[in-house]
Structures are given as C-alpha cells and as structure tokens.
C-alpha cells in the first residue's frame, strides 16, 4: 500500500538554526499538507500546497516557515531561525484531491518528525 | 473564534463495552468533519463525514454529524485493546479555500 514518508524521524537542533524537514508524499496525489503537534497538545494545521504553490495558511506559518516542492517526488517544510517553541511532532500529509473532489479525498499521514530545538 | 472541542478528554473502558465519543465544532463556512485514530505517531483517517444523519460505518466503528447540533459522535461497539489510542475531530472549513481544525482528541484506553 502506498505511504507517504518523513525523513528524519527526530532531528535536534540548536535555537537559531535552519531546519529542513522532507517528505515524500504518495506518488499520485497532487494536494500536500503540513501539520504540527505540540507534545500533549492538539495537532495544528500549517499550510497546504497545490500546483506548486500555497493554497492556504495558518496564523502559525508566519515568514520563518517557507515550504517547497524542489522535484517531482519530495516535499520539504523549512523553518529558517528555530525556535525554543518550534519543538514539536512534524506530520506531512498528501491527498489526491481536495473538497471537490470527495471520494478521494482522504489525507494519508507520514509517520512524522520529531524537531526538538535546544 | 472557531473551534473544535471533544468529549470526554479520557475514557478508560473494559473489553467488550462500547463507547461514544463527542466532538462539537464551531465554524464558519463548515465544509466537512473527519474523525481520525492517533496511536503512536501519525493520525490514521476514519470517516469523513458531510451530510446530517447519514451514519458512515467501518466495522465496529460507526460515526454521524448532526447540522444543526454542530456536532459529531463516534461509536466503538465491542471494544478491544487495540482500539486504544487518540481519537481526533477536525473540521474543514473553507473562507475561499480550505483550512482544517483539530479538536485536543479523546484518549481511550481499553482494559483487558
């Protein structure tokens, strides 16, 4: 069964360090996603991503996150100056299509990674 | 402010009892309310649900929204073990395009 992989499982870095973190989703689905969750806390909604481009945003997203889609299989979430609470549960998400598209709609969630900032 | 809350927070059952979970929402511009199994890691997706009343069914697990409640239960009927975990409530909702709001889940743990 396809899945959609994260790669790395936990990375920790030091507070004001640039972090990439990579997914790959599955190979035939067009709209991407990125969630975050706090340790105990709920997950977020971060950005979404169609046609190589953002579709939409959270308030959380502001200009220290930037997310790309460098070649057709991999895409990454960027978080340029880390912080002390930017420590969380990284989630990469892909869906074939979005609300109009409803029965194939269903978001498949990576395995997540891990960042804890120090 | 839109919101997401679930019901109970926790819930410790034994094998074979069924539970009901509860997630109310209030949204704008709601579009749908998915229902999703967070165990270790990555949330695993259930139903998506965008129509009152109409009960989505997956073997023990059942679920239906209610419009005018605003509102959504998830049933577990039987329970086993591995029914433990973290069940999480988001809801779609769309100011032009889409956004997605999680609820804090309900934490089921299931007694042998």
């Known amino acids: 069964e396809p899945e959609v992989t994260q790669t790395p499982s936990h990375q920790v870095t030091q507070m004001g360090q640039e972090v990439i973190l990579r997914c790959v989703p599955i190979?035939?689905?067009?709209?991407f996603y990125w969630y975050r969750q706090i340790l105990g806390q709920k997950v977020e909604f971060l950005v979404s991503?169609?046609?190589?481009?953002?579709?939409?945003k959270s308030e959380i997203f502001d200009d220290q996150f930037s997310v790309e889609r460098p070649d057709g299989s991999n895409f990454t979430l960027k978080i340029r100056s880390t912080k002390l609470e930017d420590s969380a549960m990284y989630f990469c998400?892909?869906?074939?299509?979005?609300?109009?598209?409803?029965?194939?709609?269903?978001?498949?969630f990576g395995p997540g990674t891990r960042l804890t900032v120090t | 402010e839109d919101k997401v809350v679930q019901s109970p927070l926790s819930l410790v059952v034994h094998e074979g009892d069924t539970v009901t979970l509860n997630c109310s929402y209030e949204v704008t511009n709601f579009r749908s309310l998915l229902w999703y199994k967070q165990e270790k890691k990555a949330p695993t997706f259930l139903f998506m649900l965008t129509s009152s009343g109409i009960e989505k069914k997956s073997g023990r697990l059942s679920s239906i929204l209610d419009k005018k409640e605003l509102s959504s239960i998830l049933n577990i009927t039987a329970t086993q073990t591995g029914d433990s975990a973290i069940y999480l409530c988001?809801?779609?909702?769309?100011?032009?395009?889409?956004?997605?709001?999680f609820g804090t889940g309900t934490r089921l743990k299931v007694l042998a």
């Open positions: 991503f169609y046609n190589n481009e953002i579709s939409e």
């Open positions: 988001a809801v779609e909702w769309t100011s032009g395009t889409y956004k997605y709001i």
């Open positions: 190979s035939n689905h067009l709209y």
């Open positions: 998400a892909s869906s074939y299509g979005l609300a109009a598209i409803r029965f194939t709609y269903e978001q498949y």
